[in-house]
């Protein structure tokens, strides 16, 4: 990914957030993905039923209608069977990694009937974003950043940690600023694309699923992953921001007018390159609505798979009126986010002030027409959601990065405290104790250190000054 391709995204962002207002609004993008035919539906001579007509349009296939007269529905995206992960990813939502590294919250959400492709599709936007996180990191100049990573699944409506062994139930909170979240909650700091895709790769063995008539692994609970991404100007030995005033003279902000490298305009550039931003990339991978004869197996506990398929269904009905209310032009509607613990969730991303993509994954056959209309109609209702996302920026009191990096000067300052000390300390037979100590604090020194990420000329560098 270079330079034109992202410019290519045309999405509207700047790097410092500060269009007109406007500008902030615009609706949530839906694509459409359709799953080749598996091969028990092909063996089964089952009929595909929808395909692609372009890159907007789909079409149900009628085989009792000329092509002409069969049902369209227009979306921002549809891509076609044959569509690799990897383009989906490029036209969905590589444009809202780069937007979530300058400050903006970008919310990509996975919908539809079990196995349709929601979390094939999705594991391979993460693999994808965790590079290009790191990538875009190695490429920035004058600034400094700290990922951090928390899952939760949802199953049968209890939250749990996915980067827990035997997590308990988790508690939702009310917080004046995040909205509901997960108490307890297991944040953990990564430092490299492996490191991002192992923690990953861990919270999925974590996930519950379980084999169904519909899919032999499928999902039966809903899966929300969050990237944390804070960023602040790179500190110079005096602890003045390096390179702020010539990042400032570089951004959008003072190419956007003539008077924009003088007086006023040029101090209110300098002062939003300084800003320590924080945003949110949220991957959601919703368990897949189906029918309750559907959720079970010969042999299986028949009542236990009916009630994950009550629940998921459950909380899938409140995401659609939640959706229903938020498109709602007039605004008067009542928007039931506390009618369950997804949509408490998600009732921050959902609010309005991040990019969202709505990713429909549907099967083509003709069996399955009844559920990919009902995927469809929550599609269209999603692509109708006003969204106004700005760039978050946190005092440096409150910012992560900032806590991190004064524990490091700290812990710096003690290192060679102790280092200082160590001759004294053999002298009185005390080297074994002195060196323990040390090792203590270089060690932890160390493993904070690797959190600060900074960018060194496209090469990933890990703060050790």
């Known amino acids: 990914m270079d330079a034109l391709d992202v410019a290519n995204k045309h999405i509207r962002v700047s790097s410092l957030g500060l269009e007109d207002e406007a500008a902030k609004k615009e609706k949530a ?34 085989p009792d209608k000329p092509a002409g007269q069969c049902a369209t529905y227009q979306y921002n995206w549809v891509f076609a069977d044959h569509c690799s992960s990897e383009h989906v990813y490029a036209e969905t939502a590589e444009s809202l990694v780069v937007a979530a590294l300058q400050g903006y919250n ?4 996975a919908y539809g009937q079990t196995g349709s492709g929601k979390t094939y599709t999705m594991q391979a936007i993460m693999a994808q974003a965790a590079r290009d996180v790191f990538q875009l990191i190695s490429e920035s100049v004058g600034r400094e950043f700290i990922i951090r990573l928390a899952a939760v699944e949802i199953y049968n409506e209890v939250v749990r940690d996915l980067l827990r062994d035997s997590s308990p139930a988790l508690k939702l909170v009310d917080d004046p600023i995040k909205g509901s979240v997960a108490e307890s909650l297991t944040e953990a700091g990564v430092h490299s694309v492996q490191h991002l895709q192992q923690v990953l790769a861990q919270a999925e063995t974590r996930r519950q699923t379980r084999a169904t008539r519909m899919n032999n692994n499928s999902s039966r609970s809903h899966e929300i992953v969050r990237l944390y991404i804070e960023s602040r100007p790179v500190e110079d030995s005096t602890g003045c921001d390096e390179q702020a005033a010539s990042s400032a003279l570089q951004s959008p902000l003072s190419a956007a007018s003539p008077a924009a490298a003088a007086g006023a305009d040029k101090a209110l550039a300098a002062s939003a390159a300084a800003a320590v931003t924080a945003a949110t990339i949220s991957f959601v991978d919703l368990a897949g609505n189906e029918c309750i004869a559907q959720a079970a197996v010969a042999g299986d506990k028949e009542k236990q798979r009916q009630k994950e398929a009550s629940n998921i269904n459950k909380s899938l009905v409140t995401l659609a009126s939640v959706i229903r209310a938020l498109a709602d032009a007039s605004g008067k509607r009542h928007i039931p986010y506390r009618d369950s613990k997804l949509t408490r969730l998600l009732q921050q991303p959902l609010s309005g002030n991040s990019h969202m993509v709505i990713l429909t994954t549907i099967s083509p056959a003709s069996g399955a027409a009844e559920s990919t209309r009902a995927a469809l109609q929550f599609a269209t209702a999603a692509g109708r959601v006003v969204m106004c996302p700005q760039v978050n920026q946190v005092t440096r009191g409150k910012a992560v990065i900032q806590a991190v990096a004064s524990e490091v000067q700290q812990l710096r300052a003690q290192l060679a405290d102790l280092e200082s000390r160590s001759v004294t300390a053999a002298q009185q037979h005390k080297q074994a104790d002195a060196n323990q100590q040390q090792d203590a604090v270089r060690s932890k020194l160390q493993q904070l250190q690797k959190q600060i990420l900074r960018g060194n000329s496209g090469a990933l560098k890990v703060d050790r000054t």
């Open 29 to 62: 993008l839906v694509a459409v993905r359709i799953r080749p035919l598996l091969e028990v539906e092909q063996l089964a001579h089952k009929r595909a039923a929808w395909q692609a007509v372009g890159s907007n349009t789909l079409q149900y296939r009628d």
């Open 106 to 109: 970008s919310t990509i959400i």
